[in-house]
């Protein structure tokens, strides 16, 4: 039975509150279709083969734990791929679904390259996809950030699952000199969504999860200043800001090495499971 939440505390308008930025505006790639396509179209041409992020191989070990050796998975948004094929190595069959041809293309040449053959894939959105089929698992990692309706998107994911539903995303810290430079009163584009919106969802739809929280780090590193420096201030909303005084700030967290200038910050996976609940 679905929980009655106040309004205050209805958790799937909030998320669709917060896929607003910070003027109030939908971003084009979460509305448009076409600018979604050429946005992975342009990631991929820099992205000759198969190659996951470096969290990722740590975030595969926590998930490949929940997956048997005999189960159809299904994977929601799998993107290049950070998941998909640690998982149909371990699988009887994986299914993808995606809304970028450019992904599916992709991924299926990839396929093809490693020999695998127990992979299916969907070119079509989560969202308008007529369950064909029920799942053993159903997996989505970082892939909710165009999906306006969570709350539909959420029970669609349980009601095609028979055993398991798995929901993954990267979260905070955010880098630590944007928090610092937001307690010194600098307008910070902060993400707006995160996993415990997804847990709070869950909770309105009737549904108690699981969440496993796993630690990771990140490097990021420059092959000058001027990089660095472009690259750590995109977050600043502030039109006029103190330039210097940012710099210094930037500063404090990274160091130079060889030439490079290298950032080591840390931040999170949270895998959020449950066992299908028949609502």
Partial sequence: MKMEIQKAYDYIELWKESMTDHNGNIPKRLKDDQA??????????????????????????????????????????????????????????????????????????????????????????????????????????????????????????????????????????????????????????LRRRDYIHILNVLYQLGILANCKIVKLQSKKSYSSYEKLLRDNTTKILDTDYNAREVESVINKYVLEKDGTYEYVYPFHAALIYWNPVRL
């Fill in 36 to 189: 979604e396509e050429d946005f992975w179209s342009s990631m991929l041409e820099r992205k000759e083969r198969h190659k996951p992020d470096p969290y990722a191989k740590i975030v595969q070990q926590e998930l490949l734990t929940l997956l048997n050796s005999d189960d159809h998975v299904l994977e929601i948004g799998p993107g290049w791929g950070n998941y998909t094929f640690a998982i149909a190595d371990q699988v009887q069959k994986l299914t993808c679904i995606d809304s970028s041809k450019s992904i599916v293309q992709f991924l299926e040449a990839q396929a093809a390259d490693k020999g695998i053959g127990n992979m299916q894939l969907i070119h079509e959105k989560w969202e308008n996809e007529k369950a064909r089929a029920t799942y053993d698992v159903v997996f989505g990692f970082n892939c909710y950030y165009r999906m306006y309706d969570i709350g539909k998107a959420l029970l669609k994911m349980n009601e095609t699952a028979n055993r398991l539903v798995i929901a993954g995303m990267t979260t905070g810290p955010e880098k630590p000199h944007y928090m610092e430079l937001q307690q010194m009163g600098y307008k910070i584009n």
